[in-house]
């Protein structure tokens, strides 16, 4: 039912800046909440940011604050990582994914049923 399309991935140096971009088609989309996991070789997937569809809510793994903005486009059904002060610890892949109802776990894989194919980050030193 739901596609989602990521792009912005590529290589930067520690400092810089990239922006991901999730683009979602399939018919009546409307999640409860869209999120960013990432997941380095060798480690679980681990939540990045979410954020409610329908609202303005945002949520971050303590990680990211003030460094990873979450937005979105809902007229696009676009959803935005803008990723500022990169490290070489944020160097994953990172997956867009969408939950579907409305539980109040956003920070966990197992709430999300649709998975974009995932962009690599690589943060250089």
């Known amino acids: 039912q739901v596609r989602l399309v990521e792009s912005g991935g590529g290589t930067v140096q520690a400092g810089g800046s990239v922006r991901l971009s999730c683009a979602a088609s399939?018919?009546?989309?409307?999640?409860?909440?869209m999120g960013w996991f990432r997941q380095a070789p060798g480690a679980r997937r681990e939540f990045v940011a979410a954020?409610?569809?329908?609202?303005?809510?945002?949520y971050y793994r303590d990680s990211v604050k003030g460094r990873f903005t979450i937005s979105k486009d809902n007229a696009k059904n676009t959803v935005y990582l803008q990723m500022d002060t990169l490290v070489p610890e944020d160097t994953a892949v990172y997956y867009c994914?969408?939950?579907?109802?409305?539980?109040?776990?956003?920070?966990?894989?197992?709430?999300?049923?649709?998975w974009g194919q995932g962009t690599q980050v690589t943060v250089s030193s």
């Open positions: 994914a969408a939950e579907p109802d409305d539980s109040p776990y956003v920070d966990s894989v197992d709430e999300y049923d649709y």
């Open positions: 399939g018919r009546t989309f409307s999640p409860h909440a």
């Open positions: 954020i409610i569809w329908s609202g303005v809510k945002t």
